[in-house]
């Protein structure tokens, strides 16, 4: 088992345990708008794209509605533009020589 991430800690089972407790079936998923399910589908309380605080629940397992996989998808969105801002050549004429 692999170390876990700080946002993921205890702090954040707290909150999400919280969450839980006042959410409601069909409740929207916070990146497409599409209804939730849970516990028939699995849900993650998802974090703000700042990382300070949660903007609510979104889709964990494909959504019924686009098939998306909210939580992931933004997360592999926000990971790809962390890694292109990190890895663009200063200069764009100076970038990778095929």
């Not at 993921?8 to 089972?13: F, N």
């Not at 974090?47 to 629940?57: A, K, N, T």
Request: proline share 7%.
């Amino acid at each position: 088992m692999g170390k876990q991430r700080p946002q993921y800690g205890m702090l954040h089972k707290a909150v999400r345990k919280e969450w839980l407790a006042r959410y409601r079936p069909g409740q929207l998923c916070v990146r497409c708008g599409h209804p939730t399910y849970y516990p028939q589908d699995q849900i993650d309380l998802d974090h703000r794209d700042d990382g300070q605080g949660y903007l609510g629940f979104s889709h964990h397992s494909p959504c019924r509605t686009c098939g998306q996989r909210c939580n992931q998808a933004a997360g592999g969105q926000k990971g790809q533009r962390n890694w292109q801002a990190r890895n663009a050549p200063s200069d764009p004429s100076k970038g990778r020589k095929w």
